[in-house]
């Protein structure tokens, strides 16, 4: 049975650092591509940040040179280290993964593209 579970999230203020974490099992990381997301309560679910499974990545421009996103597949997770947040990174934050190898690049940041989903860590940023 494959299982996401966040961690690391928390309240901050702007201009501060966050780590989340997202640890995997029942499924190998390694060559998959997965994703985090975010959603703010009565928006749509927004692709963040992805790792394609040949390593390329992609993130939505918002947060262009503030969000990295790595995958450590000793330990089998995958972070997103968060710099410089704003309030309006304020949301609650998804770990994805994708069930079969292979994915398209230009589907990196598409919900659809995902089949596995962890339950979410809050992060909170005050102006």
């Known amino acids: 049975q494959v299982q996401l579970v966040e961690s690391g999230g928390g309240s901050v203020q702007a201009g501060g650092s966050l780590r989340l974490s997202c640890a995997a099992s029942?499924?190998?990381?390694?060559?998959?591509?997965m994703a985090w997301f975010r959603q703010i309560p009565g928006k749509e679910r927004e692709g963040v940040a992805a790792?394609?499974?040949?390593?390329?990545?992609s993130s939505t421009d918002s947060v262009k040179g503030r969000f990295i996103i790595s995958r450590d597949n000793a330990k089998n997770t995958l972070d997103l280290q968060m710099n410089s947040l704003k309030p309006e990174d304020t949301a609650m934050y998804y770990c994805?993964?994708?069930?079969?190898?292979?994915?398209?690049?230009?589907?990196?940041?598409?919900?659809?593209?995902?089949?596995?989903w962890g339950p979410g860590t809050q992060v909170t940023v005050s102006s």
């Open positions: 790792v394609h499974d040949d390593g390329f990545t």
């Open positions: 029942g499924y190998s990381i390694s060559s998959r591509c």
């Open positions: 994805a993964a994708k069930q079969n190898y292979g994915c398209y690049y230009y589907r990196l940041l598409r919900q659809a593209e995902y089949h596995y």
